[in-house]
């Protein structure tokens, strides 16, 4: 199914938020991600070789700083012109922990598609305390 309007939308924003960063290693994927209110936030990763956080998690961390509960939607782009990019799989597992509801935008350019949190992580390990 193709993407909503919101949903394109979010994409767009991510894209100009990586767009908008000079291209470097330290930096090279922006997400965005839209609250159940409507107010949408964006975050970059910060690659070091100890392990930064990918740019979902910045997202993450960034939204909840604001009070914002509940995340409908996500999506992770790359610079230069590579696109969305599916979570890895640190980012899928706390996708699921912390927003189980969440709707991730993935696909290559012309199949992009929202799918969600739950499928790109069949059989995952849930917490016997999870929230959820």
Do not use: K, W
């Not at 930096?27 to 949408?40: F, I």
């Amino acid at each position: 199914m193709p993407l909503s309007a919101e949903e394109a939308a979010l994409v767009e924003t991510a894209t100009a938020t990586i767009n908008s960063i000079p291209v470097s290693e330290d930096y090279s994927v922006a997400s965005a991600a839209r609250a159940s209110d409507g107010r949408v936030f964006t975050g970059v990763n910060v690659y070091h070789f100890t392990g930064g956080p990918c740019a979902e998690l910045v997202v993450l961390g960034v939204a909840a700083a604001a009070g914002a509960a509940q995340l409908t939607h996500i999506v992770a782009v790359a610079n230069e012109q590579r696109g969305i990019l599916s979570p890895c799989g640190r980012c899928r597992q706390a996708l699921l922990d912390l927003q189980p509801d969440i709707q991730v935008i993935v696909g290559e350019e012309g199949s992009e598609q929202s799918v969600a949190v739950a499928e790109l992580l069949p059989f995952s390990y849930r917490q016997p305390d999870q929230h959820t």
